[in-house]
C-alpha cells in the first residue's frame, strides 16, 4: 500500500506538469492521458476503411477522431443519455447513433443519469469523484453487440467506457470479437465494474481464456512491452482503470 501511494503521488506531480493544470483530480488528470494513448492506439491501427465501435460516446470526442483517421467507414457508437445521443446524430451524420445501453442481455433496464457529471452516468450507481453526484433513474434500451452488429461488417476497433459496465458488454460481443479480432480499449477497475459484480480475475479470466486475447494497459502495448499474466493484472488493477485487449 505504501509503494501504491508513492506511485499516486509520483503520477499526480508528472500528470499535473504535463497538463499545466494544479486544479485537476488524479482521476481527471488520468483521463487526459488515457485520452492521448487512446488517439495514439488507433492512429497507430486504424486504416481509412477501418469499422469502429464507440461504447460510451458520451460527446463523441473519441468518435471524431475515428472519424478522422478511417473516414471511408461507417462507425457505429452507443449513447443511452437522449440528449447525447441527440446531439451526436446531429454531429455524425455519417455514422450510425445508437441511442441504447450495451450489455450481455436485450431488454430495458433503469439507467443512472449524473445530471451534473454525465460521464460517470451508467446502468448501475458507482464510485463518483464528484462531491454531490445529481442522479436521475431514466429508462434506457439495453442490446447486446452480437445482435447490433451485423455479420456483413468487420470491427477492428472497439471503445468502451460504460462506467462499470465494460466487462458485460464484452459477454454480449463474444461472436463479433471471435470473429473480427478486434483491439478493444475498455475501462475497468474497482470503483465502477465492482458495482456489476465484476472482478480482476473475471476480467482476466475472460479476456484470456474465452477471448483467448491479451490484456495490457496502453502505456505498455504502445511500449511493445509484454503483455500482462494474471497475477500481475491483479497487482496492477488498482493503479490503472483502462486497459486494452488484443489477440495473441
Not at 30 to 53: F, K
Not at 62 to 74: D, G, W
Not at 146 to 163: G, M, P, T
Request: contains cysteine; aromatic residues 10%.
Amino acid at each position: 500500500m505504501a509503494l501504491a501511494k508513492r506511485i499516486t503521488g509520483w503520477l499526480m506531480r508528472k500528470l499535473r506538469t504535463q497538463s499545466h493544470n494544479t486544479e485537476l483530480s488524479l482521476g481527471e488528470l488520468m483521463n487526459i492521458e488515457y485520452d492521448r494513448q487512446l488517439a495514439e492506439v488507433m492512429q497507430r491501427r486504424l486504416r481509412p476503411e477501418s469499422i469502429c465501435i464507440d461504447g460510451g460516446a458520451h460527446k463523441g470526442q473519441m468518435l471524431l477522431e475515428m472519424c478522422r483517421l478511417a473516414p471511408k467507414a461507417v462507425h457505429h457508437a452507443f449513447e443511452p443519455i437522449p440528449e447525447l445521443a441527440k446531439q451526436l446524430q446531429v454531429r455524425f451524420p455519417g455514422s450510425q447513433i445508437h441511442q441504447h445501453a450495451i450489455a450481455d442481455y436485450s431488454g430495458s433496464s433503469s439507467f443512472k443519469y449524473v445530471r451534473n457529471a454525465p460521464a460517470y452516468s451508467g446502468l448501475k450507481e458507482r464510485t463518483y469523484d464528484h462531491d454531490n453526484p445529481e442522479i436521475e433513474d431514466i429508462n434506457v434500451e439495453v442490446v447486446r453487440l452480437d445482435d447490433v452488429i451485423s455479420d456483413s461488417e468487420s470491427i477492428e476497433f472497439i471503445k468502451l467506457d460504460l462506467e462499470g459496465g465494460e466487462y458485460h458488454a464484452m459477454k454480449g460481443a463474444v461472436n463479433l470479437i471471435r470473429r473480427c479480432k478486434p483491439i478493444i480499449v475498455f475501462e475497468a477497475g474497482e470503483p465502477s465494474s465492482a458495482y456489476y459484480g465484476v472482478t480482476s480475475e473475471m476480467i482476466f479470466n475472460f479476456v484470456s481464456e474465452t477471448l483467448g486475447y491479451s490484456i495490457s494497459t496502453m502505456k505498455m502495448w504502445l511500449e511493445n512491452e509484454s503483455p500482462f499474466n494474471k497475477e500481475t493484472f491483479i497487482k496492477n488493477y488498482h493503479l490503472d482503470f483502462y486497459y486494452i485487449a488484443y489477440g495473441i
